[in-house]
């Protein structure tokens, strides 16, 4: 074996041992003894894929019980170029069920826990990999975005985390709850990783009938030469924890000190509450036709609780799905008319920092998230100190659709005034 060979062997080999030693946070459900890496521009980084995201030769679980015995056949679409730019995936994460949750507290697989308090929730419903980062286990992983369901773990376990815009990376291989809302996201130790794992995944497949071609200049990280940011009245549009609302109002002071022009935004049709209503009622909706045969054939397989919110979606009345949907379009159509004049918006990820298990979730939980998986569009969390010295707060970015490169270099300058 070279040395190069040798190094990477060892790098894999030591994530290995972290997540053994770190098993109990439950931040995965399968590991893989034989994982190996190769040349490319992710050489040798161990990565974590969500357990809803097909890895070959171990069961894809999606967080139930039903399929724990399915094994992957293939690799999802994803996790292929991975390993062809020389990643190696040590395991399978631990998540929310069937991916409709908040806190991956999982029934089956047991409670994630957030390295960075004791009896925290990582978030949901890719609380796994949130973890499995921010404990230092790997530098890199994979999860699913829903409502927020990437950059919510991102912001409760102090990492980054980004929601490609929808096509950018092909969702084969996925376990969907919602295919309308659904994608593919990493999470990682900072924006390098990010950008090299969405260049390596992105393009069509073939398969994927969403996914399209990228647009040359998509992933240009040089940071435009005067930024303006455009600014919702976040405090009014969702009640925010008195840490959040204060460090976030003190890092956009800050921000402003650079010399960032922030300018007052407002979004057509964007009203939080119902937007996240309107986003779980479809997402039960197409979980429910997407699990059907599977719910069916092996109801022992999913709890109770599951089951009800399928059967919930499965029995909502078209004219309220149809409804719920134009809801999420309005939305969406008002993002993307929001971002015509500014090179991105910038809110809170979340409304709270991390909270412990069995603590009521907090209703507004995905107030800020959602409206990126509305308009298709894509949003980066990254993580910002709290004034308190406590747990983190986090800032997201989203921008118009293919502008990940344009993302990463802005957050690269906020940063500066984190």
């Given at each position: 074996m070279s040395a190069a060979g040798a190094a990477?062997?060892?790098?894999?080999?030591?994530?290995?041992?972290?997540?053994?030693?770190?098993?109990?946070?439950?931040?995965?459900?399968?590991?893989?003894?034989?994982?190996?890496?190769?040349?490319?521009?992710?050489?040798?980084?161990?990565?974590?894929?969500?357990?809803?995201?097909?890895?070959?030769?171990?069961?894809?679980?999606?967080g139930t019980r039903a399929f724990a015995d399915r094994i992957a056949p293939r690799d999802?679409?994803?996790?292929?170029?991975?390993?062809?730019?020389?990643?190696?995936?040590?395991?399978?994460?631990?998540?929310?069920?069937?991916?409709?949750?908040?806190?991956?507290?999982?029934?089956?697989?047991?409670?994630?826990?957030?390295?960075l308090g004791e009896g925290l929730t990582p978030g949901g419903s890719s609380g796994g990999s949130g973890a499995a980062v921010a404990a230092g286990i790997v530098p890199?992983?994979?999860?699913?975005?829903?409502?927020?369901?990437?950059?919510?773990?991102?912001?409760?376990?102090?990492?980054?985390?980004?929601?490609?815009t929808r096509g950018l990376i092909p969702v084969t291989g996925l376990v969907h709850l919602s295919w309308s809302l659904d994608s593919i996201g990493p999470l990682a130790t900072g924006p390098e990783l990010i950008l090299a794992a969405?260049?390596?995944?992105?393009?069509?497949?073939?398969?994927?009938?969403?996914a399209l071609p990228p647009?040359?200049?998509?992933?240009?990280?040089?940071?435009?030469?005067?930024?303006?940011?455009?600014?919702?009245?976040?405090?009014?549009?969702?009640?925010?924890?008195?840490?959040v609302a204060e460090g976030f109002a003190a890092f956009l002071a800050r921000v402003a000190a650079l010399g960032v022009e922030l300018r007052p935004l407002?979004?057509?049709?964007?009203?939080?509450?119902?937007?996240?209503?309107?986003?779980?009622?479809v997402a039960e909706a197409e979980g429910a036709g997407f699990l059907a045969a599977a719910l069916e054939a092996r109801p022992d397989g999913f709890s109770p609780a599951f089951r009800a919110a399928m059967a919930y979606g499965a029995k909502a009345a078209g004219a309220r799905v149809a409804a719920a949907y134009r809801v999420?379009?309005?939305?969406?159509?008002?993002?993307?008319?929001?971002?015509?004049?500014?090179?991105?918006?910038?809110?809170?990820?979340?409304?709270?920092?991390?909270?412990a298990h069995g603590l009521p979730v907090p209703a507004g939980q995905a107030d800020f998230t959602a409206l990126a998986n509305a308009g298709g569009l894509p949003a980066l969390a990254f993580p910002l100190p709290a004034l308190d010295g406590?747990?983190?707060?986090?800032?997201?970015?989203?921008?118009?659709?293919?502008?990940?490169?344009?993302?990463?270099?802005?957050?690269?300058?906020?940063?500066?005034?984190?």
């Open positions: 990477i062997g060892a790098g894999i080999g030591a994530a290995l041992a972290r997540a053994r030693a770190a098993e109990g946070l439950r931040a995965f459900i399968t590991l893989i003894a034989e994982a190996e890496g190769g040349a490319g521009p992710l050489a040798g980084v161990p990565v974590a894929v969500k357990d809803n995201i097909a890895v070959r030769g171990v069961a894809t679980t999606a999802a679409t994803v996790v292929a170029r991975l390993r062809a730019a020389g990643a190696a995936v040590i395991g399978t994460t631990n998540m929310d069920e069937g991916a409709l949750g908040a806190t991956t507290d999982n029934p089956f697989w047991g409670r994630c826990l957030n390295p890199l992983a994979l999860g699913t975005d829903t409502m927020g369901s990437v950059r919510l773990p991102a912001a409760y376990c102090g990492v980054w985390g980004m929601k490609p969405l260049r390596a995944m992105a393009g069509p497949d073939g398969e994927d009938v969403f647009p040359a200049g998509w992933d240009d990280d040089r940071a435009p030469d005067r930024l303006v940011l455009g600014v919702p009245d976040w405090a009014a549009l969702s009640p925010c924890e008195g840490a407002s979004v057509r049709h964007w009203a939080p509450g119902a937007m996240r209503r309107a986003g779980l009622l999420i379009a309005e939305a969406g159509a008002g993002a993307r008319a929001a971002l015509g004049g500014v090179d991105a918006m910038l809110m809170p990820t979340a409304p709270q920092r991390a909270f406590g747990l983190p707060l986090s800032a997201q970015l989203m921008g118009p659709a293919f502008s990940e490169g344009r993302l990463v270099a802005i957050a690269r300058v906020l940063a500066g005034a984190a």
